[in-house]
């Protein structure tokens, strides 16, 4: 068995961890003025972009884990930034509501992709696009192989 295949330079997912945990030093200044973390901005970006919708809808948008959903839920209800409330139709569906609080923070959410792309001087905007791209296809692949995994268990 060749061991070159263990060293880190060799690993792809390596380079996913280490950009990971950069990002997420590097959200958190940009955040701090929101008083919420990168996990809770997806969720707010999310309903920025759809309000009032399902917590299912919520989870399939954001591709966030169900527990960590709940949590995070339940952080920006405490906030005062949504509501979760049960659904007029179906009282057994949970719908996710922004407050006023909540569509006003998008105000000041409005200068923080600008912020971050100033951290990405060093690529073009076309190899951002094609960075994209390649991120979502190894995603899509990775979460693929999950349900060939759990189909066979």
Not at 29 to 42: H, K, N
Not at 50 to 58: A, F, G, P, R
Request: with cysteine; charged share 30%; net charge positive.
């Amino acid at each position: 068995m060749n061991d070159d295949l263990l060293k880190l330079d060799k690993q792809i997912c390596h380079r996913f961890y280490t950009v990971a945990n950069a990002f997420a030093r590097a959200y958190r200044p940009l955040l701090s003025e929101l008083d919420i973390t990168y996990p809770q901005y997806v969720v707010m970006m999310a309903l920025w972009e759809s309000d009032n919708v399902t917590i299912y809808e919520l989870l399939q948008k954001t591709r966030i884990d169900g527990g960590a959903m709940s949590l995070i839920l339940k952080k920006l209800s405490g906030k005062k930034l949504l509501s979760v409330a049960s659904d007029e139709n179906d009282k057994r569906v949970r719908r996710v509501v922004l407050t006023p609080a909540g569509k006003a923070a998008k105000t000041k959410a409005l200068a923080i992709p600008q912020k971050m792309r100033c951290n990405f001087d060093n690529i073009s905007n076309e190899e951002a696009l094609e960075l994209m791209r390649l991120v979502d296809k190894v995603s899509n692949g990775l979460n693929q192989a999950l349900c060939e995994i759990r189909k066979e268990h």
